[in-house]
């Protein structure tokens, strides 16, 4: 699976939108970008995931480059419980498509810890 | 609301001692993953199961660590013997076939002294 690099911190103001970004310049065609947050002492929380196009979802959007080489995870408006470790995971999908044995294992990269400020 | 639940909560025993982690997946989901979070090595995969067959464990300590699935409803971690360096915050993980995210449960935080 392809390795991931993350800023180990960002910050941002309460109520505006938060740009997570991810480098993942060795990813493959069929790997797919995850999202996931922790808040402290709970598991991991899935937020999104895409291949190529761009995605929406209640929690947030993820803006992945032409290239595929980057993405962006977009709060849109951040508030102070969005104060968590946010992880980029790149990894084949779980489960393949029309059958087979190709399993996606999710590879926690250390993160980027999102601070918002009042 | 369907969640993962795992038992104990907090585990504190001592260096020797047998350690099983139960995991409750969500039902309906037939993979099952075992995760290991420490400071220093961040979360690390241990082990996963699909409709209860062991898929991979390659980053299991095998000498040690066990991981079944004794039925559809639960997976088991068991350590024997536990060592210091065994202590962590132990997490698993559900997803159902065809659907990509995973689902975690609370943990079970172990001490070993």
């Known amino acids: 699976d392809a390795k991931t690099t993350q800023p180990p911190s960002m910050d941002c103001a309460e109520g505006r939108a938060a740009n997570l970004p991810c480098n993942h310049s060795t990813i493959s065609g069929n790997e797919y970008v995850y999202w996931y947050r922790q808040i402290h002492s709970q598991g991991p929380q899935y937020i999104i995931h895409?291949?190529?196009n761009n995605e929406t979802n209640e929690m947030a959007s993820l803006i992945i480059t032409e290239d595929r080489k980057s993405s962006t995870l977009i709060l849109p408006h951040a508030t102070l419980r969005d104060t968590v470790v946010y992880y980029c995971?790149?990894?084949?999908?779980?489960?393949?498509?029309?059958?087979?044995?190709?399993?996606?294992?999710?590879?926690f990269g250390q993160g980027t810890i999102l601070t918002v400020h009042p | 609301d369907a969640r993962v639940t795992q038992t104990p909560r907090d585990k504190v025993t001592e260096m020797g001692q047998e350690v099983t982690m139960r995991c409750q997946p969500i039902l309906g989901h037939n993979t099952v993953f075992w995760y290991r979070q420490t400071m220093m090595q961040g979360l690390e995969l241990l082990a996963y199961f699909r409709n209860r067959a062991p898929l991979d464990d390659s980053g299991m300590p095998k000498d040690r660590f066990s991981a079944e699935m004794p039925d559809a409803t639960l997976a088991t971690l068991k350590i024997q013997p536990s060592e210091p360096r065994d202590s962590a915050v132990y997490f698993c993980?559900?997803?159902?076939?065809?659907?990509?995210?995973?689902?975690f449960g609370p943990g079970t935080r172990l001490t070993v002294t």
């Open positions: 993980a559900s997803a159902p076939d065809g659907v990509y995210e995973q689902y």
């Open positions: 895409g291949l190529k």
């Open positions: 995971i790149v990894t084949r999908p779980y489960p393949k498509k029309g059958g087979g044995t190709s399993y996606g294992k999710l590879t």
